[in-house]
C-alpha cells in the first residue's frame, strides 16, 4: 500500500457542497441548516461539546457494511465467514460490534488479542496473524483457545506445535501463502510478491513443504490456506488471478498428499473511496468475484468446495469515520498556497505523510457552502511533512471554523502516535442522535503512565 488510489487531477475550487461529499462520507451524512449531520447529529455542536480533535464513527456505516459482507458472499455459497481485520481500527465497542454481526475477528498482535478478550469476544471465532509472533503471544493464542492461527513461517510451525503439545492442545492452522500476485492500485503484477517478508511463497516450493510438514507435526492440525496480496485494490481482476493460483496449489496439495483444504481465507484489501473521482468496487461484486472464482476453479480441478473467509479491514470502517479538527491559523502565502492550520496533524493521521493518501474535507459549519477554494490543510507538529490534505478544495475557511476530513475511519487511529507529546483524541461512535465515546481523549497524565522518573 502507499499509492494514491486514482491519479489526481490538479487541485481547483470545485464548487461541491457537503451534499456533493455522499461518496465519501458515512450513510448517515447530511446536511441541515448549513451543518453537517452523522448518525443524526450536528458534528459542530459535536465538536464542541467533546473538542477537537475528534474522531467520529458512524455505528450505522459499521453495521451496514458488515452486513453486505455477510450478505453479498453467502449469497454465492452459504459457508463464508466475514473476518473483520482489526488493525483497520481496533476498539472494545467495535469488538462488539463485530460479535453482534456474527463476523469473526482478525488479531495480529498479543495486544489486538488482549482486546478481544476483553471485550468477551468469542475466541473460537479470532484468526490470529503476524508474520512473526512471539512466543509469549503463541502461548497466549493457545490459552484463549483462539480459533485458528495463520502460521507465516517455519520456525512458528515447530514453535507452535511444541508449545502446543506441551500443553495437551491441537491448535487448528491456517498456512499463508503468497500466490506470486501482487495486487497493484489498478491492476495486478505477477511474481511481485514473491518479494514478501510474509508468508511461504508458492513458486519457490516453500509452500509445499509446510504444508506437508504441517501435516506430519503434533500439536497443529493443517485446515487450510490464506493469502493477502495487498490493500485498497480496485481491480477485481486481481483477487480473481490470485484464486486461480491459490485454488490450483490446493490441487497440487491433495494430488501430493491426499489431503484437501478444508478453509480458505482470501484475505481483505478491497479498496474504498477516499477521492471523489475513486469509483471502488462494490461488496457485491467483490464477493461475486471472490466466492464464485472459488466454486469455478474448484469444479475445474474437482475440487470439493471448502469452507471461505474474506478479511476486510479498510472497506468496514474507513467512510464510517471523520475526523473533526478546529482551525487555528490561515496563512496565505501569495501565489504559491493557503495553509489552513487544525490542532491534529500526523499524530492522528499518518496516512498523508506516510503513503501520500489523499482525502476530501468540508468545513462543517459551512456544509451548504461551494468549496471555493483550495487549501492544503496542515497539522500542528514540528515537521512540514505535517500535512493532513495537500491541495484540497475547500469552503472559505475563518479561524474558529470546524474542518472535517472524510474516511479517516480505517488507520487513522490505529495508526495514531503521541509525537510531540500530542494526546490521542477521543473516539466517539453516533448513531440515531446519540454520541457515546467509546475511547475517551488522553491526558498528560496518560502520557506519563509508563515514566519511572
Ligand atoms: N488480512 C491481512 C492478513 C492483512 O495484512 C490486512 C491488512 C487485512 C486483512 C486487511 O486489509 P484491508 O481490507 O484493510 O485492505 N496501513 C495501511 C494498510 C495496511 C494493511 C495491512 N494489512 C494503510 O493505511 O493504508
Avoid at 158 to 182: D, H, N
Avoid at 302 to 326: C, D, F, K, Q
Avoid at 363 to 369: E, L, R, S, T
Wanted: charge should be negative; glycine fraction near 10%.
Amino acid at each position: 500500500m502507499g499509492k494514491p488510489t486514482t491519479p489526481r487531477p490538479p487541485a481547483v475550487p470545485d464548487m461541491k457542497t457537503g451534499a456533493d461529499l455522499a461518496a465519501v462520507l458515512p450513510i448517515t451524512a447530511e446536511v441541515k441548516d448549513g451543518h453537517l449531520f452523522v448518525g443524526g447529529l450536528d458534528m459542530v455542536e459535536l465538536a464542541r461539546t467533546q473538542g477537537t480533535a475528534l474522531y467520529v464513527m458512524d455505528e450505522a456505516t459499521i453495521r451496514q457494511q458488515l452486513r453486505d459482507y455477510v450478505k453479498w458472499t453467502r449469497f454465492h455459497w452459504p459457508d463464508v465467514d466475514t473476518v473483520y481485520a482489526g488493525k483497520a481500527f481496533m476498539s472494545l465497542a467495535m469488538c462488539k460490534i463485530v460479535a453482534e454481526e456474527d463476523c469473526s475477528l482478525d488479531v495480529s498482535s498479543g495486544g489486538e488479542l488482549a482486546f478481544a478478550l476483553r471485550a468477551g469476544f468469542p475466541m473460537e471465532r479470532i484468526y490470529v496473524h503476524g508474520n512473526n509472533k512471539t512466543p509469549v503471544e503463541l502461548i497466549e493464542c493457545l490459552e484463549a483457545g483462539v480459533g485458528r492461527i495463520v502460521v507465516d513461517s517455519f520456525e512458528e510451525m515447530e514453535r507452535l506445535s511444541a508449545l502446543a503439545v506441551e500443553r495437551g492442545l491441537t491448535q487448528s492452522i491456517l498456512l499463508r501463502v503468497t500466490p506470486g500476485v501482487e495486487a497493484d492500485t489498478h491492476d495486478f503484477i505477477m511474481t511481485g510478491a514473491e518479494d514478501s517478508k510474509f508468508g511461504f511463497g508458492r513458486n519457490q516450493g516453500l509452500a509445499m513443504q509446510a504444508v506437508k510438514r504441517a501435516i506430519e507435526l503434533p500439536g497443529i492440525e493443517f485446515e487450510g490456506l490464506h493469502m493477502h496480496i495487498g490493500s485498497q485494490i480496485f481491480a477485481l481482476h486481481s483477487f480473481a488471478k490470485a484464486i486461480e493460483v491459490i485454488v490450483e496449489f490446493m490441487r497440487e496439495i491433495k494430488d501430493a498428499t491426499g489431503v484437501e483444504v478444508r478453509l480458505l481465507d482470501t484475505g481483505g484489501g478491497l479498496g474504498i473511496a477516499y477521492g471523489l473521482p475513486d469509483e471502488p468496487s462494490t461488496i457485491q461484486d467483490y464477493g461475486k468475484v471472490v466466492v464464485d472464482g472459488i466454486k469455478a476453479e474448484c469444479e475445474r480441478w474437482g475440487l470439493t468446495v471448502p469452507r471461505m473467509a474474506v478479511e476486510p479491514g479498510r472497506s468496514i470502517v474507513a467512510n464510517a469515520g471523520v475526523t473533526l479538527y478546529t482551525v487555528g491559523s490561515i496563512k496565505e502565502i501569495p501565489n504559491i498556497r493557503t495553509y489552513v492550520a487544525v490542532d491534529g496533524g500526523m499524530s492522528d493521521n499518518i496516512r498523508t505523510s506516510l503513503y501520500d493518501a489523499h482525502y476530501e474535507a468540508l468545513i462543517a459549519n459551512k456544509a451548504d457552502q461551494p468549496r471555493e477554494m483550495v487549501a492544503t490543510v496542515a497539522g500542528k507538529h514540528c515537521e512540514s511533512g505535517d500535512i493532513v490534505v495537500n491541495d484540497a478544495p475547500l469552503q472559505c475557511p475563518e479561524v474558529g471554523d470546524i474542518l472535517c476530513v472524510c474516511a479517516t475511519g480505517a488507520y487513522c487511529q490505529s495508526m495514531s502516535s503521541n509525537y510531540n507529546k500530542q494526546v490521542r483524541p477521543a473516539v466517539v461512535m453516533v448513531n440515531n442522535g446519540t454520541a457515546r465515546v467509546i475511547v475517551r481523549r488522553e491526558t498528560y497524565d496518560d502520557l506519563m503512565k509508563c515514566e519511572l522518573g
